[in-house]
């Protein structure tokens, strides 16, 4: 397995990102910058890290998904190379076009910091497969525009679909229907608030992150 | 040559910065006031030759997001 995490100026979980993959996976992680034109060949995991990508800028998210690497990123997502944006990288991959919807400043307007409870929605993508539908985990969020926004007609497809892959057990951030976590159409690009890969060994409190890299290893493998 | 980009959010989406700027309006003591929505103003210098569909692209590929924003360009 071959995985590609992406460093833009500002980003701050990049390497917890690339030990997490290279630990529980053991795949071959290269961290690429983001003027990259191109990616490392033959990727089957690419990793957005979560951070403060050009300081939030205009839009969390907005200059970075218009940066070199990002269009790269995009043609592979196309090719269906698995795409995982954590945060900052949900918030890229929606203001890149690969994931519907919007990150909106949490409802209580404050940054929330703190372990949440989190359904598994859907087990059938590559990401989630290492859990069961229905199960409660923890994983913790650390963020101030995680309130997921999407007109009534995108999230009745959404949940059609079985593309809500996570969903909050509580009111985190305002939230439409609490949705954490959504995917693409082809079930190759998850984009989530919260981190699994902070969640990874007994010493982070917790390991039902862990799990997330386990399945997509299983899928990929 | 000038112009101004004015980007807000569109109708129906909550605006917690607006909510809370409306609260401290009232915390100063001022009453009557129904609504605050909070935007965005871009202002952008200019040739003539940049063309107001140029200006538009811009808007529509960066400086808004139109899943939940709106923007409205004004040159003087």
């Known amino acids: 397995m071959r995985a590609a995490v992406i460093q833009f100026p500002g980003s701050n979980c990049d390497r917890d990102m690339a030990v997490a993959i290279r630990d529980i996976t053991g795949a071959e992680t290269t961290l690429v910058w983001h003027r990259a034109g191109d990616l ?14 050009y300081g939030d800028y205009l839009r969390s998210g907005a200059m970075a998904a218009r940066s070199p690497v990002m269009q790269a990123v995009i043609k592979a997502a196309e090719r269906g190379v ?15 076009g690969l994931l519907p919807g919007a990150l909106m400043r949490n409802a209580g307007i404050r940054f929330v910091c703190r372990t949440v409870g989190l359904t598994v929605e859907n087990n059938s993508s590559a990401f989630t497969r290492g859990y069961s ?5 923890q994983i913790p969020v650390a963020h101030h525009d995680g309130n997921y926004f999407a007109d009534s007609d995108t999230l009745d497809r959404l949940e059609g679909e079985g593309r809500v892959a996570f969903r909050y057990t509580e009111n985190v951030n305002g939230s439409a229907r609490n949705i954490a976590g959504v995917l693409n159409a082809g079930g190759n690009v998850l984009g989530m608030m919260p981190h699994p890969e902070r969640m990874t060994e007994a010493v982070h409190g917790g390991s039902d992150g862990r799990r997330l890299f386990e399945g997509l290893l299983r899928q990929i493998a | 040559m000038k112009t101004r980009i004015f980007v807000t959010l569109k109708n129906g989406v909550l605006d ?6 409306h609260h401290s309006i009232e915390g100063l003591g001022f009453s009557g006031v ?12 200019h040739e003539p030759s940049v063309s107001k569909s140029d200006l538009e692209t811009m808007c529509t590929k960066l400086l808004a997001n139109m899943v939940i924003e709106n923007f409205e360009i004004e040159q003087a």
Do not use: M, Y
């Not at chain 1, 539908?133 to 985990?137: A, F, L, N, P």
């Not at chain 2, 129904?34 to 210098?45: K, T, Y």
């Open chain 1, 133 to 137: 539908t229905g199960e409660q985990v």
């Open chain 2, 16 to 21: 917690p910065q607006g909510k809370a700027i």
């Open chain 1, 82 to 96: 698995s795409v995982l944006g954590v945060c900052n990288g949900f918030q890229i991959l929606t203001e890149a």
């Open chain 1, 40 to 53: 490392p060949d033959g990727l089957d995991l690419i990793a957005i890290p979560g951070g403060f990508s």
């Open chain 2, 34 to 45: 129904h609504d605050v929505r909070a935007g965005r103003l871009i202002e952008i210098e």
